[in-house]
């Protein structure tokens, strides 16, 4: 099912949480909404479900406006940040809840086959009569995605679903998810805050801030082109340096970089802390080590250019450099903008 | 477990002489403060042999009072019940304006002395009254009978269960309905089969508390009661009267028959707790996990 949000708002009290969002959803597509906590990623989710009311602007559910259909008629699937697993119910019931309550009619061993079934789906076969409270963290996630799945939505929600978990689950659980996705087919809009998340997982990333979108597009898009230093900041670790523009050329006191679409004047450089690499000698722009952290696949080097500015870069774990060390550092790749 | 050797000094507040102290302290004060005065009462009511007891407990105007008592509990604490449910769940679950005010409401009979309570009625539903005279027009005794001792009592009352299940809910949020509603499911059968069953402990708790509340409720009553023998007296009331007859054995055996419903109530709660525990090992609450690594 195609969703599609026509310019929505909402305020709480005097916080405008949402403002103005328009965005495509295509039908069976994977769309993370990413943005930095407060950024409205959450109450946008909320809108789409039915949980909030829409202020402002129009919800379409394929060519139906779902703006004022109630939720429990809205045909969402909705994962809770907690999973809100009912305790008192065991694993079985909570999965067929949704299909109890519904008004179609099911008979009591379709039900017992629906739920034998989306065990299997997630991989859960056996606990059937465990408790919540008697599962794993990853486990509940995944009841919570079968009783989701249940009454067999037309969009399934899922707000920051592997957040609570510890990084090793979450990974296992991303790729998992990915897969039931290709599997289903089902138009998927998930919450995060996790930049490596959004990316890994969703076909399409929207960031967002403080109620707007900032910029949207496949990962390679809002990775190897943002729009703005805000979205480079949030990708991912990064260095900032200051730089002069004048007739499109970049100074940043050692190093030059074309810059031809900037005026002259101010300008901000984003570096990766893989877009530098350091030598001894010669060629770059001068800087001493601060510190050295050695990591299992590099070393990662704390330092300071002539003019204070920090820089944090990693470089292969064979370079030999530590502490108090004087040096260059050449960069590779960056990403400018216009001073702030 | 075995004896520790006294190797280690003891953890904060771990050590011998000061659990001991505790533990005599607490004994102690129980048994003056509530053994000893519950114990006398028995000794007294039976002070002049079970024939008297007995005597004195099927006179027809004890029996009325614990009648009359039976008959209150029974209006009183299913609506406050009824009400505290509802109250806790609109605080709980919406917003809206004035909520702090609602609740400030609902705990004000906390506060205000009950015989405070019992004017108010008499001011408002008494023949001079704001209500008084259409009641009466209506030929509807509101004071100096049933209705007016239900709703004094009830006023006493209204907090009971709201303030045992509004802290509760407030903890379990609303994540719990959003879902059943997400999934379909209508508002009543929300409530009925993911909220209750997550809040029967602590509702079950506060009709207890409200229960013995009503049944024990003296101020506000015996201003709106009258105080009529045999007709508006209920059993606190009549419990005063037979004292103050010089009828101490009478007021003993009445006492011994209050606290007796006291107690069938808080047995009643202690075998539903049991049934309900019994029956299915549901945990009511989600408890501390057992860590179990996935895949």
């Known amino acids: 099912m195609k969703i599609r949000l026509n310019d929505i708002a909402k305020t709480f009290d005097d916080f405008r949480a949402v403002r103005g969002v328009s965005l495509d959803i295509e039908s069976g597509e994977l769309v993370a909404l990413l943005g930095p906590s407060g950024s409205g990623k959450t109450t946008i989710l909320r809108m789409v479900a039915g949980l909030e009311y829409v202020d402002e602007g129009q919800i379409f559910f394929g060519d139906e406006d779902a703006t004022s259909i109630p939720v429990r008629e809205r045909g969402v699937g909705f994962v809770f940040q907690h999973y809100a697993l009912f305790p008192h119910m065991t694993v079985g019931e909570n999965i067929a809840f949704g299909m109890k309550v519904s008004k179609t009619k099911r008979t009591k061993a379709e039900i017992t086959a629906r739920v034998a079934e989306l065990l299997r789906l997630v991989q859960l076969e056996g606990l059937a009569d465990r408790f919540p409270s008697q599962i794993s963290g990853g486990q509940r996630q995944r009841v919570a995605l079968a009783r989701a799945l249940a009454v067999d939505p037309k969009v399934l929600l899922l707000d920051e679903p592997f957040g609570a978990l510890d990084a090793n689950v979450r990974r296992d659980l991303r790729r998992w998810l990915r897969e039931i996705h290709s599997e289903l087919g089902i138009t998927t809009l998930f919450v995060t805050h996790d930049q490596e998340e959004a990316l890994d997982l969703a076909d399409r990333v929207v960031i967002l801030d403080q109620g707007q979108i900032v910029q949207q597009g496949t990962p390679q898009e809002v990775t190897r082109n943002p729009d703005s230093a805000f979205v480079v900041r949030f990708l991912g670790d990064t260095n900032k340096l200051s730089a002069t523009v004048m007739g499109g050329t970049a100074d940043l006191g050692g190093a030059s970089l074309a810059a031809p679409a900037l005026p002259d004047g101010k300008a901000d450089a984003y570096l990766r802390p893989g877009d530098l690499s350091w030598s001894a000698t010669g060629g770059g722009i001068p800087a001493i080590v601060e510190r050295v952290i050695d990591r299992p696949g590099n070393r990662r080097i704390i330092a300071a250019t002539e003019r204070g500015e920090p820089l944090e870069f990693d470089v292969p774990p064979e370079i030999v450099v530590k502490a108090g060390d004087r040096g260059f550092v050449q960069i590779e790749r960056a990403q400018l903008f216009a001073a702030e | ?295």
Not at chain 2, 22 to 46: R, Y
Not at chain 2, 151 to 165: G, I, K, W
Not at chain 2, 212 to 234: D, L
Not at chain 2, 255 to 272: D, E, Q, S, Y
């Open chain 2, 1 to 295: 477990m075995s004896r520790q050797t006294h190797t280690k000094s003891p953890r904060v507040g771990d050590g011998a002489l000061f659990r001991r102290t505790l533990i005599a302290l607490t004994l102690i004060a129980g048994t003056v403060l509530v053994v000893a005065p519950l114990a006398i009462i028995a000794v007294q009511a039976f002070s002049r042999g079970f024939e008297y007891f007995a005597a004195t407990i099927t006179d027809s105007d004890t029996r009325h009072a614990i009648f009359l008592t039976v008959v209150t509990a029974l209006i009183a604490v299913p609506i406050n019940t009824i009400f505290g449910v509802a109250a806790a769940w609109a605080v709980t679950k919406f917003d809206f304006w004035g909520k702090r005010f609602l609740i400030v409401v609902i705990e004000i009979p906390f506060s205000i002395s009950p015989i405070v309570a019992g004017v108010a009625y008499l001011f408002v539903y008494g023949l001079q009254g704001i209500f008084g005279p259409m009641f009466q027009d209506a030929g509807i005794r509101v004071l100096f009978a049933l209705p007016g001792i239900v709703l004094a009592s009830m006023f006493v009352t209204a907090p009971f269960v709201a303030r045992e299940l509004i802290p509760l809910m407030q903890a379990q949020g609303r994540d719990l309905e959003e879902a059943a509603t997400s999934l379909g499911a209508s508002g009543f059968r929300t409530f009925w089969s993911v909220t209750l069953p997550n809040i029967k402990w602590a509702l079950l708790y506060g009709v207890v508390l409200c229960n013995a509340r009503v049944m024990g409720e003296f101020g506000a009553v015996s201003v709106v009661s009258g105080n009529i023998r045999g007709q508006t007296n209920t059993l606190p009331l009549h419990i005063e009267l037979l004292y103050h007859d010089y009828n101490t054995v009478g007021a003993f055996a009445a006492a011994f028959i209050l606290a007796g419903l006291a107690v069938v109530t808080i047995i009643a709660k202690v075998f539903l707790e049991r049934q309900g525990a019994g029956r299915r090992a549901r945990p009511t609450l989600a408890a501390p996990f057992v860590a179990e690594k996935t895949q």
